[in-house]
Nanobody, 125 residues
C-alpha cells in the first residue's frame, strides 16, 4: 500500500488547512487510517484516526473540536480538516494505515504498517 500526503503549507494562526492522503495498491476499505505529526526536536505523535468504515474516530485532546478526520471511499483518500490553527500545530504531518477489523481505531504508532512521506504544516503566529 502506498500513501501520498498533500495539502500542507504556510498559514496564519487561526486559519485552516485540509490535508489529503491518497492510498493506492490495496483495498482502502479494509484499513483504518490515521494522522500523526512530528514537530522539530519532538517525537512523532498521534493526531487522529478513523475506522475502516468511517464510523469511529479518535483525536488527541489538543486538536479536539478543531480537527476533523474523514475518508472518501470513491477517491481512496483520507482527509484531515484543520481549523483554528495554532503555532503549536506546526509539524510535518504523516498519514498512516493498518489492516483492521471494523470499529478499530488506535493511537499507537506501532499499530500502523503503512506510512506516507509527510507534508509540512507551518502556522505563523
Amino acid at each position: 500500500v502506498q500513501l501520498q500526503a498533500s495539502g500542507g503549507g504556510l498559514v496564519q494562526a487561526g486559519g485552516s488547512l485540509r490535508l489529503s492522503c491518497a492510498a493506492s495498491g490495496g483495498t482502502f476499505g479494509t484499513y483504518a487510517m490515521g494522522w500523526f505529526r512530528q514537530a522539530p526536536g519532538k517525537e512523532r505523535e498521534f493526531v487522529a484516526a478513523i475506522s475502516r468504515r468511517g464510523k469511529r474516530t479518535s483525536y488527541v485532546d489538543s486538536v479536539k473540536g478543531r480537527f476533523t478526520i474523514s475518508r472518501d471511499y470513491t477517491k481512496n483518500t483520507v482527509f484531515l480538516q484543520m481549523r483554528s490553527l495554532k503555532a503549536e500545530d506546526t509539524a510535518v504531518y504523516y498519514c498512516a494505515g493498518h489492516g483492521a477489523i471494523d470499529g478499530e481505531v488506535y493511537d499507537q504508532k506501532a499499530r500502523y504498517v503503512y506510512w506516507g512521506q509527510g507534508t509540512l504544516v507551518t502556522v505563523s503566529s
